[in-house]
Nanobody, 119 residues
């Protein structure tokens, strides 16, 4: 079992930056990958970025490529999402997630953190 604790959300003006953090605890050895999803009001949850545990391969949504960077600190069992050049359309609740070797992808979820970007 894995627990995910998020931090770093907040309010920022368009063009600004935020860094989200997600610290994992529990059976860390079972985590296959970690990533970030977001969900705007009235919209479906979408994948923002993803990083594998084995080789650190990353994946990004087209809408954030060149602006967002996902990274990890394995010693701290933490993943980060550096968000630069933020746009109002980035406003959403951002959720940390983790896949399990035994339980499948996107098996664990954090509580979500609000990111609001003003014009």
């Amino acid at each position: 079992q894995v627990q995910l604790v998020e931090s770093g959300g907040g309010l920022v003006q368009a063009g600004g930056s935020l860094r989200l953090s997600c610290a994992a605890s529990g059976t860390i050895f079972s985590i296959s990958a970690m990533g970030w999803f977001r969900q705007a009001p009235g919209k479906q949850r979408e994948l923002v970025a993803h990083i594998t545990s084995g080789n650190g391969r990353t994946t990004y949504a087209d809408s954030v490529k060149g602006r967002f960077t996902i990274s990890r600190d394995s010693a701290k069992n933490t993943v980060y999402l550096q968000m630069n050049s933020l746009k109002p359309e980035d406003t959403a609740v951002y959720y940390c997630n983790a896949g399990s070797y035994g339980g499948g992808p996107y098996h664990y979820w954090g509580q979500g953190t609000q990111v609001t970007v003003s014009s």
